[in-house]
Each structure stands twice: as C-alpha cells, then as structure tokens.
C-alpha cells in the first residue's frame, strides 16, 4: 500500500492537524530502527481501512464507486501498460536509478525525458504529475508549459518583426542620411576636453543597427504582445477550469485545506503574550489572549517598511554607482595616451558595466530572497498560506526592483539629463551624465535587456541548477572514493525513505515561479525594444521545464502533496505585469524609440512629405564660442578644419534666435504628440484586452456542457429514486408518509449541501 | 397554503419545463369558473406534498429541517408579530387596500413607506421583499438601497466642493482680473458683421461663475469620485455576499435556473429550418436540426449593426442639428433690430437648445428602447439569459449615446474647432461655428448637465411614473362613473387573482437598472465638472426607491419570482462605466477646465509665481485689418472709439512676429502638459481603484468565519456518524465492515456531492 497510491501515502503527513484526541487508538506506530542515521528517526503509521476513509472524506478525495478488488485490478492494468511502455521505451532512458520503485522510473520517464523536450514537451503527463506530487506542482507544471506554448506564436512574430528590421534596413531614409558620404555633419564633443567634434557619420553602424529594433514593426508588435499577454491570461483560466473538472475540484474550496489553522511560529508568539500578560496581573488565571493585534505587530511591521524601503534604495545606489563607473572610466579612458585604448572606449565601458550590472543583480538576487523570508518571518503570519503570500509579495517586489531598475533608468533617463552644450549637467561638478549613442537609447536599451536576461537565465537557472547538484555530486563521489568502502556500503543498506530523506528539503514553489514572473517581465515589459525576448524566453524554457521535472522527480525529497485550485498570488501578479506591461511599452515607443519624432517630422515639418531631412531635422545648432571657460576640446582641429557650429541632438533653439538655447516649439510639439500616443496606445490596448478578455469565455465549451450533462443525470438518479419512494408512500398510511418525505429531504440536505445544510436558523427572519 | 409561503405560490408558474411525461398524474388540475373575465383562463393546479418537495430539491430551496407542524407554528409566531406591528404602525399608513391580504399589506407598509423616506429608507425590508418577489428583484432593491446609501458620502463631499468654489470665488486672481474696472481689454466680435467689439470685463458674471466649478477642489473631487465608484463596486460584492449567505444562495449556479432551455421563438425557428430542409430533400425522414448556424444568423446580424450605426448616425445628427440651431437662432437673433432681444440671445438660445436637446432625448429613449428590443428579437437568441443579456447590451449602447452624445460635444469639441479671427471654420459656408462664453466650455457644460440629468430624472422617472399611473386612474374613475354600477360590482365580484391580471405585466427589472445606470453615468462621468450631481442624484434616489417599491407591490402584476445570485451583465456595464469614467474626467479637468494653463501659466511663465496676468497670457493679439472681406463688424465704433488690435482666446502668434497667426510655444507647451496630466491622473487613479479593490476584502469576515465554523460543525457531525458507524463494524466481521464502510462512502459521495459524484469515470486516466 506504501507506494500504491500516493495521495494516501502522504495523507498522515499532511493533517497532523486533524489527530483530534480520542482518534488515535485507530493508529498503530511503530518506531523503526534508528542505527543508520542516528540523528534521524523514522516512524511508520499504519492507519486502518476506516480512518483512511474519513480523512479521504474530510479532504474530499475521489473515491472509486465500485469495490475494492476493482480498483485494485484498473490500477494493474494501469501497471502492465506503465511496464509496456517502460520497456517500448527503455533504451531511450538509460540512466534509471537502482532504487526507484517502478511507478517513479515511470514519471520521472515520461516527465523528464531530457532527450526529446522539442518533441515531447507539450506532453507533459500532467496527471501523472499530480497524482505523484499533488495539485499545486501539477499545476505549476501545467502552467509553465502553458506559457511555454503561448511562447511559440510569440517568439514567431517576434522572429518576424526582428526580420523586417533586417529587411528595411537599407531603405530607412534617416538611417541612409547618416551614413551618406556626402553628409558632412559636425558633431558637438562628447565629453569635456578630452574629447573633440566628431562626423555624424561615423554614428552609421549604430543608426543602421538601431533600425533594427526601432521600426514601425515593434509598434505592432507591441501591441501584439499587450494581447497576447491578455490571451495567455484567458487560455491560462481555460486551462485551469480544464483541470479543475478533470482533477475534480469544481466543487473544492481553497481555504478547506492548508490555509485555516494557524502556525506554530504564530502560537507561540500568542503563548509568549499571554503569559506575560499573565506576569503582569499575577492575580487573574491564565486566560489566552486570542490573536495578535496591530499593536503587536507593528514593530515588524515598521522594521518590513524600513527594510523594503532600505533594499529599494540599495539597488537605487547600485545602479546609480554603475553609472558613475560607466561616467568615470570613460572619462579616463579617453584621457588615456593610447589610441587604441580611446577607439575601444565605448565598447569596453558598456560591456564591463553590464557584466557589473549583472553580476550585482545575480548577487543581490540571493540577498533578497533571504531578506525578505527573514522579513516574513519577523512578522509572524497566521497562517501558512498568508506567510506564502506575503513572502513572494515581498521578494516579487524586491526582485523585480533588482531587476528592471537598470534597464527602467536606460529607457527613460538615460540621455535625457545631459544638459545642453555650453551647460551641460554635472555629478560631483565633474563628471558629465552620460549621453545615448547616436540612434537613441533604444540600442543601449537592447544591449542591456538581452545581457541580462540571457545572462540571468543562463547563469540562475541552468547553471546553478545544472552545476550545482552536478558539484554536489562530484563531491561526493570524491568524498566516497576517500571515506573508502564502507560508506558506499552503508548507503546501499539504506532503508527507500532513508536515502529518500538525504535528497534536498523541497523549499516550496516560490522560485521557480518567481523566475518565470521575472521572465515573463522581461518578455512583456520591454518588448518594444526588443523583439527577440520571447524567443529566448522559449529557449530557456524549453530546458527549464524538463530541469525542473528532472529537480523534482530525482533530486529533491518529495515534497507532501498539496491540493489548489489555481497558482493563487501568481496570477494576479502576472495580471499586474500584464497591465504594466502596457504602460511601459507605450512609454518605451513614444519616448525611447524615434517612432514619434519621425512621425512628426514626415506629417508636420516635411517639405515633401518625406523623411529626407529628417537627420538635420532633429539636430539643434551651437556656436563654439559659447563653450564655458576650461570646458571646450583641446583639439578643436580634430577633423583637419576649424569648426565655429556644432551640432548636437536635442530640439532647441539656434544661437542666432532671440531666445538663444532655449526650447523650442518643436519640441513641446514632439512631446504633445509623444504624450497623445501614450494615452492613445494604452486605452486602445487596453479596451483590445478587455475586449480579448470578454470574447474568450472563461469555461471551455465542452466542459460547460459536460458540467450541464453531468447535472441533468443528477436529475435523472433523484428522479429514479423519486419513484422508488413514492412507490414505498403508497404502500403506507399517507400522514406517516410526509413526515417521511420531509425527513427524507432533510437527511438528504444536511449531507447534501454541506453549505447549505446547517442554515436552519435561518428562518429567523420570515 | 397560497398566501403562506409565497415561494411555493410561485413555484409551479415558474417550472413549467420541469413537467415531463410520467409525472403529470400527481397534478390535480381544474378549471376555474370564468364568466367574469370571458377572454382569459385561470387554471387551478394543487400538486401533492411530495411533488412540491421534489421540485424544491431541484430548485435547492432551503427546507425547515423540523417536522412541519413546527414551521406552521413559527410561521404563526411571525403572524402575530406581524399582526402586532401592523396595529402598532396602522396610523401611518391608513391607504391600505380593501382586497390585499394580511402579508402583501405588511410589505407593501415598510417596503414603500412613502411618508418617511428620510428615516427609513435604508431599512429595506429586503428580507421580505426577496420572499416575496424572489431572489432578483431583492438583489435589485438591495443594489438600488446600497447605491443611494453611498450616494450620501459622495453628495456631501460635492456640496462641501461646491461651497468651496462659492467660498473662494473672491480670491480668484484670473475672475478678479476680468472684473477689475481698470481691464481694459478689447476682444474680437463673437459673430461676423453684425456683432461688434467688446469689453472683457462684461464677461465678469460668467467667469466668476466658471470658478465655482472651475476650482482646484474639483481635481480632488473627481480623484475622489473615481475612488468612490471602485468602492461602490467593492461594497457591492461584499454586500451581494452576505445576501448570498444569507438568502442560501452560496451553493447555488446560475446557470442551473432559467438559462439553460432554448425559448419558444428559437424552437420554431430551429423547426422552420427542420422543416424547410426536409421539403428540399424530400427523400429523407425529418431530421432536427440541432440549432441555427451563423450563416442562419447572419442576415440578423447584419441588420442589427446596420441599425445600431443608424441610430448613433441619427444621435450625432441630432446633436449636430441642435448646433445648427442654435448657430443659426443666434446669428438671426443678432441680426434683429429689437435692442432686448439682441442682449438676451445668449439666454434665449442656450435655453431653447437645451428643452430641444432634452425633449429629443426622452423621445429617442423610448424609439431606442423599442428599436433594441426588435432587433433582439430578430436575432432569435437561444435561451432567456442570453436574449436579455443582448438586449441590455444594445439598449445601453443607444441610451448612452443618446445621453452623452451632447454632453460630450460641448465638452471636448465646441469651442475647439472655431479657427482665428481671420480664417473663422464655418459650417455650411455661412455659419460661424460656435465658441464658448469667456471662462472657458465647463459652466456650458455643467448648464447642459444639469438641465439633462434633472430633466430626466424628472419627467422620465417621476413624471412617467407618478403621473402616467395616476392619468390612467382618473381615467378609469371618469369611465366607471359613465359606465354606471355595473362595472364596479363586477370589480367588486372579482377573485384577487382577476383582479391581479389587470394590472400592468411586469416589464422585467432592466428599465429600473438602465434607469439608474444613465444616473450612475451622469454621476461618475463628467463629475469634474458639475460636483452637485451626486446630490441631485441622491434626492431622486430617494423618491425613486419608494416609488419603485410602491409600483412593485400594487401596480404591477406580482412577477414569476426569479432566483440570481448576482446583478448579472449590470455589474460589468457598471464596472465599464467606471473605467471609463476616469478617463473622461481627466480629459474633462485637462481640457476643458482651465486647470492646466493656469498652473502652466503660475509655475512656467508667471513673472512673479503668482496668477496675475494669467488672462492676458492666454489671449492672442488680431489685427483688425486682417478681417477677410465682408466679415469684419459693420459696427467698428460700438465701444466709442476705433480699434486696431482686438484679444481672442487662443495660443498663436502675434501679427507681428515672424509667423503671425500660427500655433504658439504656449500652445504646444500647454499641450503637453495636458497630456501629461491626462496620464498621470488616469493612471494614479486607476492604481488607485486597483488598490481600493484588493484591500477591501470580497468576503465580509463576520461571513468567512460563518462560513468557517460552520465547515467545522459539519466536520464534527462527521466525526460523530462515523464513531457510530465504527461502533457498529466493531459487531461485525472485518471484510463486510470494509465493504460496508466504502459503499456508504459511496451513497453519501454521491448525493453529497454533486458535482463530484458523477465523477467516477475521471480514473481512466490514471
């Protein structure tokens, strides 16, 4: 029976809650042997045929409707084809481990077979998951493959848009402008001194590679993903109602299991707190102080703000001392007497400042998590699921700060608080704030994204999750081949659930969604710029979701089952992404990208409607003389002419205007129309989401009707039985008759409608 | 039995499906007497104790769990007190009616107490109302008392803006600037030839007017509004929660009721095809159809967005009609030579326009309503639920425009698309369009508003409802007295069933609801411009609720009592109007206020920070020379002297600069800087309501834990009967006592839970 069905294996384990005194004569304990490991005990619990029975009652499992032997035979034949299969199979799967009884070779073969994921990956034999390890995984792997799906169509159109980037970047009239030999545009220095004008052509490289990303594609695209976000939401509350109905638990409650009683941590806070109520009133007996109150818990509560507002500013400081290495080393660099030390400058900042970024972001990562679960702790939830929930609202905020701060300060601001020449702005009165390259921030943007989202998911995921158990294992083996024979002996001797017991402790489902959520940020939020995260998104996934079962099936102990409805706190979270997710890209097009001011210039400035001049367009006008003292290049003759007009990008006014530098009407033009597509962009999305939303029926067709079915048979049987009763009223005097079919009705409804069932007192009020 | 518990009274109108062959001889049915009224049957039916027992089962009712002769009792108990109260509140209430019997006048008494609306008119007796009207209309006079509950924070906080605006309209720099004798500003003429130059300082009355809804207050109030509705909606699920608990309805699904079985008009279209197919292949037996295609629908379908974009064609005609009128009025107006009448036209035509626009309104109301039902029809949908959700739907997209379309003209459009003096747009060649008065569009707006909402809310609501009953009671007072004897005794003579079926059928609720949606749109949409809305809607919600109550219980025909868990299609139409709510109201306080260019005007060009000078800022510069020909005044010397420059509201250059007459820098900048508030607000406010959502819980507490100990008693029940059945296997053998136990888990399996127990086949895949 101890392996046979595995829902009933961790039934003891689940509800110790429920032991309720003057039950546990129905129990026989055995202690077993302790030799092998002695700081381990392990107790075996037999519990009779009738306590299963009630505890399967009180948790609402299924039960087969035939007898015994039946279910015993289905279950064999489930057996033979589970061998069949194996050995059809075998060869494809070498690496079986001795010890596994045959049900989780079986899972971990068909779940985790890492040969074949392109394949197989959409057969993930979710019911066989979540008989092994109870609802809640089997849901977490159903929506991560869910998401993996969704990914395909997204990575397509994103492959797509990528593609006619490529396509047009040879007919992109500004991008052709810049590079055009005969464009003899004088830039303004780039830094202060050290640097001279330079060519706008040079900047052709960039501007031609910036077309990639910043066309009138990733509009479209955009707003694609805005609506796939929606779609993958709606097909994600499909599926769940799928499995909801196949898992049976339409009529299941969440708060019915885990939630209610509270935990340990709690109740011994609450113990604390009486007894030294008790202290102080030395005359009154003990009486137990009910809950928590706010006054209680308001240190905690002070010390989480603190902190979160403390952590929040740490990754402000780290970004922000990332960008003044960015400033100072490029500062040194140019000042460097080796020209090919200068020429690389660009290259080598951005690329040690996002290894940096990375690096701190991998780092701090860790520190959150276990910041936040100290936190959590402190503040002693009730219950376990409010502990769950606050922990991942916690560590989702912090992570998702950790993350997207680098990239949310390259979007928006990098670029746009330099100043003007002649005053630009200064940090610590010497170092300039940094500008975008030539083609807008969209590029350094996408740099970033990818470097770190490939660069977390590479490392995060699959090389801790890959290298770590792999070193484990080494280490091990090495310690073995020390430690000689008989430690190999001794684990060999070991008892299933002692070698069972030496695997990893599960410690709950909250990274691996957490890493998901954290993805599924990086291919919505962003997306604008970058056209190719769902693509490596899939990739990851693809591996991630067969690491996972393989963590699950072989490298973890397993975890006691859990039943859910749906992933809870995690998809109001992936709703609010989803939601910021709109904001993000409207700002990213209209702000970053140089969607709107070529828009602008073809429909309001054009002479002829083209984009032809559109460069000089976007290019203000600066005297050379206007350079503040000790500012201006030391090599104005750089370019081999003496230079008396530079230019630089930003709208302002021309020195020989009245107003000198000051704004000009272009630019409040080009920002109305900037501000007028973000909120154009985010009603029309999200009016399309809603509407998505709407058209999409939550319940799929066919399990409405099988529900409907299912409920007109209901009638049937209470019809049949119906009749059966009548007939026996007949048969007896008529008054006893309606006493018996009100009492009938009765037992019926107090069993019957356990929500409805103890409501008498409701009539009070007729 | 009949006037005693008016559920099962209404019990067998309302399942008329449910008799299928083989049960009908439980029925006894006869035929009543019917010389009174000869074209009209009344059919007595007495069914049997266990036939009204089985259709309660399937209809979920809650049963009294005691023997029946204890109901009759209670139900006696709640006689007397009822009885007692009816002497104790007698006097209040002396109109009773002859024939109502004893329970129909207790509610009618404390459900449409019309004399003391202010006390006690949140006291509802919904309890009593859901008794005896059923579950819907109780959901509808429960949502109806909430509403105008929650109306009573929002009006106060309206009248306390609406004092602010009075209490600061003498410290208003820009009103006090236009007022000040020493302004001397000239402005354009508002017509071409026959208007002339004019002071600014004459539009004083209407700016400082402008203020009091023009005011920093009203952002706060609109902020506050938008709050407010997310709040509503919470306090509405929870309240929809605790009927639900309280009126059992916990475990029940809609769907289970009225949905689910086509209506006749979709079974004889489904024949009709049948049939057709059947004479085209005549060789064939006649085969169902099952249902109809689209391609059956199509035609209907077509028709119903063909009409539905006719008649919003014909609102936006309308609208546009009262512009040429009231274009056309003014300009005729001013032409006539009568000195009174020239100083009144601004009154004159803004108050005829207004009747005109109102009266169009309450006619279009009644065509649309009429237009929607009729294209429903033509659509044949399947079931009930969804024929009334598809009329809602359309009613509410005609009665919206037809509401809002004016509303919404004045203001984000008139004034915006006059042109320059100068180039003037002109309709139709020789109609000038209109501009607002100084001060900005909003008092226009507000004018329009209220005249609309109190309009409608009195002629459509209490007028229709008071005086259109009353109107046919005269009538049928002056026709009994032509009419002679015979007819009363014969009224006299009727059965209270008779006397039943002449009043008026009930119409179902969706006039009441879309009655109050429109209000709840006049509330929440353009509250940025008229605080005192909720006011006015509070004071017609308190008249509205009785009278309601009143045309419930006595003239209208007791409706088939309907059980719903929620207020269906409404809550989304509400949540909708919500949202889009927040939006209008940003653009309203961005665009139409002068909110934004103050503030523009204080913190951008304000020499001193202050707001003086504000309105000279905002007005351009016009040579008078400049007049295209045949339009300038034929009266240049109206103010006494002659005039070369005149001031017109508008952003643009002066004549001059470089670009005279073009769009300024202030334009742009102000421009954006509405946007920008556009998303900032609609945004904040959003994250605002989204908060508001997830803090407010959905479940009350008191509800939860109700909910709570009641899982735990049903759990001790439980434990009880098992240790009963445990007790009884302990006398019997091991093996038929495992057999015993798992079948009664069985038995109870299945009727206990019904939407588990036909699950049995789930295992397949095991």
Chains 1, 2 share one sequence.
């Not at 066989?128 to 169509?153: C, D, H, N, S």
């Not at 030294?276 to 928590?292: A, F, G, R, T, Y």
């Not at 700002?587 to 073809?602: G, K």
């Not at 020989?656 to 920002?671: G, N, Q, R």
Request: aromatic letters at 12%.
């Amino acid at each position: 029976m101890e392996g046979g069905n595995p829902r009933r294996h961790g039934l003891n384990m689940q509800t110790p809650h429920r032991k309720a005194p003057g039950q546990e004569p129905n129990l026989l304990v055995s202690q077993q042997r302790k030799q092998l490991c002695p700081w381990v005990g392990f107790v075996k619990i037999h519990a009779p045929w009738n306590v299963l029975c009630r505890e399967a009652e009180f948790m609402k499992l299924k039960m087969p409707t035939r007898k015994m032997y039946e279910v015993k035979k289905s279950s064999g034949v489930v057996g033979k084809i589970n061998t069949l299969v194996n050995k059809v199979l075998e060869p494809l799967h070498p690496h079986v481990e001795e010890h596994q009884p045959k049900n989780i070779k079986h899972l971990s073969h068909t779940f985790s077979r890492e040969k074949q994921h392109l394949v197989f990956y959409k057969y993930q034999p979710i019911g066989l998951v979540r008989k092994y390890f109870g609802e809640k995984i089997g849901l977490y792997f159903a929506w991560l493959g869910l998401y993996t799906q969704m990914l395909i169509p997204a990575s397509l159109v994103g492959v797509f848009v990528f593609l006619y980037g490529c396509a047009t970047v040879d007919d992109n009239i500004p991008s052709m402008e810049i590079c055009h030999p005969k464009n003899n545009i004088t830039m303004c220095p780039l830094c202060d001194r050290v640097c001279s004008y330079w060519k706008l052509s040079t900047a052709c490289a960039t501007a031609r590679a910036s077309h990639l990303f910043d066309n009138p594609a990733t509009v479209f695209f955009s707003i694609f993903m805005a609506l796939w976000a929606a779609m993958f939401m709606e097909n994600w509350k499909r599926r769940q109602m799928r499995l909801n109905y196949e898992w049976d638990l339409t009529g299941f409650e969440d708060e019915e299991v885990s939630g209610d009683h509270p935990r340990a941590e709690y109740e011994f806070r609450v113990m604390q707190k009486s007894l030294c109520k008790d202290q102080k009133s030395q005359q009154k007996v003990i009486m137990p102080v009910e809950k928590l109150t706010y006054r209680d818990r308001l240190p905690a509560y002070m010390t989480n703000i603190v902190m979160m507002l403390l952590m929040i500013g740490v990754t402000f400081a780290i970004v922000f001392g990332v960008i003044l290495y960015r400033i100072s080393t490029k500062a040194a660099l140019h000042m460097s007497s080796n020209p090919i030390t200068r020429n690389h400058v660009q290259l080598t900042v951005k690329t040690t400042a996002a290894i940096i970024n990375l690096v701190v972001i991998l780092i701090l990562d860790e520190v959150y998590g276990a910041v936040a679960r100290w936190l959590t702790v402190l503040e002693v939830p009730k219950t376990d699921k409010s502990f769950e929930e606050r922990l991942i609202f916690k560590t989702f905020i912090l992570k998702f700060f950790n993350a997207f701060t680098p990239i949310i300060y390259i979007a928006f601001f990098r670029g746009r608080l330099v100043g003007r020449p002649g005053s630009y702005l200064y940090v610590f009165e010497s170092y300039r704030m940094e500008e975008c390259a030539h083609g807008g921030c969209l590029m350094e943007l996408c740099i970033q994204l990818s470097i770190t989202m490939l660069g977390k998911q590479l490392i995060q995921n699959n090389l801790f999750e890959i290298g770590i158990p792999k070193l484990k294992k080494l280490i091990r083996y090495i310690r073995s081949k020390q430690g000689a024979f008989q430690e190999e002996e001794r684990q060999k001797k070991l008892q299933r659930y002692e070698t069972d017991h030496f695997l990893e402790p599960f410690a709950g489902l909250t990274p691996e969604y957490m890493e998901m959520i954290i993805q599924f940020g990086f291919v919505t939020l962003f997306v604008a710029s970058f056209p190719l995260a769902p693509l490596f998104a899939l990739l990851n996934n693809i591996i991630e979701i067969r690491l996972d079962a393989k963590k699950f099936v072989t490298e973890l102990r397993r975890p006691v089952a859990a039943r859910a409805k749906d992933i809870g706190i995690w998809y109001n979270i992936l709703r609010g992404v989803a939601k910021v997710a709109v904001i993000i890209n409207a700002f990213v097009i209209s702000f970053t990208s140089d969607f709107i001011p070529r828009m602008v210039y073809q429909y309001m400035y054009s002479p002829d409607g083209s984009m032809h001049g559109f460069v000089n367009h976007t290019l203000s006008y600066f005297n050379v003389s206007h350079f503040q003292d000790g500012k201006e290049t030391m090599d104005p003759l750089h370019l081999g002419y003496s230079i008396e007009i530079c230019r630089y990008k930003d709208y302002r006014e021309p020195p020989w205007s009245a107003t000198p530098y000051e704004i000009s009407k272009e630019f409040w033009a080009v920002l109305a129309v900037r501000l007028a597509f973000v909120i154009v962009f985010q009603n029309v999305v999200m009016l399309m989401s809603d509407i998505v939303d709407w058209i999409i029926p939550d319940i799929p067709k066919d399990i409405s009707l099988q529900i409907h079915k299912e409920k007109i048979l209901l009638v049937d049987l209470f019809m049949k039985e119906e009749q059966g009763k009548v007939y026996i009223l007949e048969s007896r005097p008529s008054a006893g008759g309606t006493e018996k079919c009100s009492r009938s009705n009765n037992s019926n409804s107090t069993v019957a409608h356990p929500h409805s069932g103890l409501h008498t007192n409701n009539n009070k009020n007729l």
